[in-house]
C-alpha cells in the first residue's frame, strides 16, 4: 500500500488526495449512496487522526516527541528552540499542502 511505498522509496505526491481531490472523490461516493459515505467519512476521519501522529512538530506527533525528550532528559525542551522547531514544521505542512492541492488542481483540471 502507500505506507509501504513511502519506506521503499515507490512513493509520489501522485499518490495523495488534497481538499480538491477528496471533493472530486465525494462525488462518486455520494452516488454509490448514504452507507458508501458514511463509510468514506469514517475513513477520512481515521487518516486524518493517523497522519496527525506523524513526527512532525507541527503535529501532535510532534508534541509527543518533545514530551518523549522531556521524560529520557528529565528537562524541559528549550522554549526557543521548541518554538523554532514547531514554526519549521509548520512552514513544512504548508508547503505540503501547497503541493498536494497543486497536484490535485493539475490532475482534475489542467
Do not use: Q
Request: aromatic share 10%; net charge positive.
Amino acid at each position: 500500500g502507500m505506507l509501504a511505498s513511502i519506506f521503499t522509496g515507490g512513493f509520489s505526491f501522485d499518490m495523495l488526495n488534497g481538499p480538491v481531490g477528496i471533493y472530486h472523490n465525494v462525488d462518486s461516493v455520494v452516488k454509490a449512496g448514504i452507507i458508501s459515505l458514511i463509510g468514506y467519512t469514517a475513513l477520512l476521519s481515521v487518516n486524518l487522526g493517523i497522519m496527525n501522529l506523524i513526527p512532525i512538530p507541527a503535529l501532535d506527533g510532534g508534541r509527543i516527541l518533545f514530551v518523549i525528550y522531556e521524560a529520557i532528559f528529565r528537562k524541559p525542551v528549550n522554549k526557543k528552540a521548541e518554538t523554532t522547531i514547531i514554526a519549521i514544521g509548520a512552514i513544512f505542512m504548508v508547503v505540503i499542502m501547497i503541493l498536494v492541492t497543486w497536484n490535485d488542481i493539475r490532475r482534475y483540471f489542467l
